[in-house]
Nanobody
Framework: VQLQASGGGLVQAGGSLRLSCAASGSIFSINNMGWYRQAPGKQRELVATIANGGTTYYADSVKGRFTISRDNAKNTVSLQMNSLKPEDTAVYFC???????????????WGQGTQVTVSS
């Protein structure tokens, strides 16, 4: 299973970006999908997740500004980022937890990362 992320870039503070991530390969079902980020010199941190049923979770730092969504038919997850701040600058990674079959479950895969830079 591979993840292909897109949508990063450079934006001024207050601007918006939309990240997308598509999963492909041998997937029986996808459970949680999410976005993480890692700023220079810092540990990777959770940004947002969305469960198969649509339940979402957001880090406090992005609540009210970011929105995560998924398209189960296309195996994609997106992150709409509004009111961006310089502290949102990081490499963003998508993550998918999935099952390969009814008997082969709980796999985890990461995307390659996409750079988001917010200038002040």
């Amino acid at each position: 299973v591979q993840l292909q992320a897109s949508g990063g870039g450079l934006v001024q503070a207050g601007g918006s970006l939309r990240l997308s991530c598509a999963a492909s390969g041998s997937i029986f079902s996808i459970n949680n999908m999410g976005w993480y980020r890692q700023a220079p010199g810092k540990q990777r941190e959770l940004v947002a997740t969305i469960a198969n049923g649509g339940t979402t979770y957001y880090a406090d730092s992005v609540k009210g500004r970011f929105t995560i969504s998924r398209d189960n038919a296309k195996n994609t997850v997106s992150l709409q980022m509004n009111s961006l701040k310089p502290e949102d600058t990081a490499v963003y990674f998508c993550n998918v937890k999935y099952d390969r079959s009814r008997w082969s479950r709980d796999y985890n895969v990461w995307g390659q990362g996409t750079q988001v830079t917010v200038s002040s």
